[in-house]
Nanobody
């Protein structure tokens, strides 16, 4: 099993920044990629930013040029730097990890609430 623990969420004003962290533990060898999804009230969970093959990244169009995903392999940790935040970025942000065996986003963190409001 893989455990994912997020931190860094909170309340921020429009135009502000937040940095999320996600530490992975357990059967790390069974994970191939990590990334971030989010779910706003009344909406489906959507991709925010993920790592893909060869160290490449994939971002939602709505966050390109504002959000940056990064990682520290030595710490089994992935980060999401969120700048120029907008009220529509308000959501629960989930860290996720893709299974090496099934190639699905099989592991999820508990989620962290990020609220952008004045």
């Amino acid at each position: 099993q893989v455990q994912l623990v997020e931190s860094g969420g909170g309340l921020v004003q429009p135009g502000g920044s937040l940095r999320l962290s996600c530490a992975a533990s357990g059967s790390i060898f069974s994970v191939v990629y990590m990334g971030w999804y989010r779910q706003a009230p009344g909406k489906e969970r959507e991709l925010v930013a993920v790592f893909t093959s060869g160290g490449s990244t994939n971002y939602a169009d709505s966050v390109k040029d504002r959000f940056t995903i990064s990682r520290d392999n030595a710490k089994n940790t992935v980060y999401l730097q969120m700048n120029s935040l907008k009220p529509e970025d308000t959501a629960v942000y989930y860290c996720t990890a893709k299974s090496l065996a099934t190639r699905t986003w099989a592991y999820w963190g508990q989620g962290t609430q990020d609220t952008v409001s004045s």
